[in-house]
């Protein structure tokens, strides 16, 4: 009996898996574009056009787009994909406001490339983990990045930093890699508690800076950092 329960366990969570749905509700008005997930899995991608001010909405992995799928003349881009595994692709922006994700519960990925932001990049992961990866993007005012508890992942590849910038990575055991990156503003990064893993190659740092390992045991690589480097705190 046993077995036939366990058996029929397994089919019933294969099914649930193989519906992603989910519907993401886009607005547009007065150039903030907003996007709202629901609890189930979300994945959108915005794909701006040549110009970096034209987006096209799209849903991905079965994601329903409902409301705008194109938006002309976006300045600000407001993001919050809810509960369940979320994915949000941003490519090839131009903004001249912020950009703010908010991932809501679950594992949750971010992914940011060749996009310039004029005003600010928020980043927000309360419940669950966060996959982030940023790459030729620039951002002229500040940065934050805030994650919960749960392995965290962030990779930051040939990106300019302005204005301050900040990664509260929360407790677990998180990954951050940055690669090539200047950081032009004030650096502080708290990784939390848990066993982190920090690497920094070829990094710019432009004013004094903190790196705060939080309790565990921690691993740091640096290498050709210039700059103010950081105040490293790794118990
Ligand atoms: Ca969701
Ligand atoms: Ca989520």
Redesign the pocket.
């Known amino acids: 009996m046993k077995e036939q329960l366990c058996t029929r366990l397994g089919v019933e969570e294969l099914e649930e898996r193989s519906v992603p749905a989910g519907v993401v509700r886009a607005s547009f008005r007065n150039g903030l574009l907003t996007l709202t997930?629901d609890n189930l899995n979300n994945s959108v991608r915005l794909q701006f056009g040549s110009t970096g001010r034209t987006v096209s909405v799209i849903g991905l992995d079965n994601t329903v787009i409902a409301g705008v799928n194109f938006a002309n003349g976006v300045r600000d881009i407001r993001i919050n994909?809810?509960?369940?595994?979320?994915l949000v692709l941003v490519w090839g922006g131009r903004l001249a406001g912020s950009l703010s994700i908010d991932?809501?519960?679950?594992s949750?990925r971010v992914i940011i490339g060749y996009t310039a932001i004029g005003n600010k990049l928020t980043i927000t992961n309360p419940i669950?983990n966060l996959e982030l990866a940023i790459t030729v993007t620039t951002v002229q005012r500040s940065t934050a990045i805030l994650t919960a508890g749960g392995a965290d992942n962030a990779t930051i590849v040939q990106s300019n930093f302005r204005g301050p910038f900040l990664l509260n990575a929360g407790n677990g055991a998180d990954t951050f890699a940055v690669t090539g990156t200047n950081f032009s503003g004030s650096f502080l990064a708290l990784m939390g508690d848990g066993n982190d893993t920090v690497t920094l190659t070829n990094c710019f740092f432009g004013q004094p800076g903190v790196l705060d390992g939080g309790l565990g045991t921690d691993g740091l690589t640096q290498t050709g950092v210039i700059g103010t480097p950081a105040t490293i705190s790794i118990p």
């Open positions: 997930g994909m809810q509960g369940s595994n979320d991932t809501g519960q679950g949750d669950g």
